[in-house]
């Protein structure tokens, strides 16, 4: 079940919102620069804190690139800021949304069968390169959803809407050719 539906080529629903670190973080004030929004689901999902590390290490490359990039999880502020891991994601904003306005306004899906699916077939191998990583794994916490399912935007310096990746499984994301393609301006 999604939210919201959401299209490409519109603009992006705006936001403004306080981030884990305490900064004011306005979507307004990315206009001139290509943004990727990613959600995520829970703290402890392997899944998306693979996605998190992997996106995280290449941070840099992509900004010089003039790709920004925001961080929603599902998960409350002090969740995330008890997490090591969590917390070294700066200087990427990472918004803690635990009432999933903003899930709802970009049509985040929540399926059971998806997330069900993705847990029987990828979870055992994903929780092994978790742990390779270093990356958090654990228990979700009172009010987290197991039927979140992840999404990804791509927004042009307009802030329009170019790309919408709504995840198939919990591994299901953008390539991060993908992500470079965009950044440099290639058209799909």
Do not use: W
Request: net charge positive; hydrophobic share 40%.
């Amino acid at each position: 079940m999604k939210g919201k539906t959401i299209q490409v080529n519109v603009s992006a629903p705006t936001f403004q919102l306080k981030d884990i670190y305490d900064r004011q973080i306005n979507l307004n004030l990315y206009q001139g620069r290509k943004v990727f929004i990613g959600f995520f689901r829970h703290a402890g999902c392997p899944f998306c804190n693979l996605r998190v590390h992997a996106l995280t290490k290449r941070y840099e490359e992509l900004k010089a690139k003039n790709l920004d990039m925001i961080f929603f999880f599902e998960s409350t502020e002090k969740l995330l800021l008890q997490s090591i891991f969590h917390k070294e994601v700066s200087p990427i904003p990472l918004i803690a949304d635990p009432e999933r306005v903003m899930y709802t306004t970009y049509g985040i899906e929540q399926s059971v069968l998806k997330s069900t699916a993705s847990h029987l077939t990828s979870f055992i191998q994903t929780a092994i390169k978790a742990s390779q990583v270093g990356v958090p794994m654990h228990l979700m916490a009172s009010g987290e959803s197991f039927s979140t399912m992840p999404a990804e935007f791509l927004l042009d310096e307009n802030l329009i809407i170019r790309k919408i990746h709504y995840s198939s499984s919990l591994n299901d994301r953008l390539s991060f050719q993908h992500l470079y393609d965009f950044a440099d301006g290639k058209k799909e």
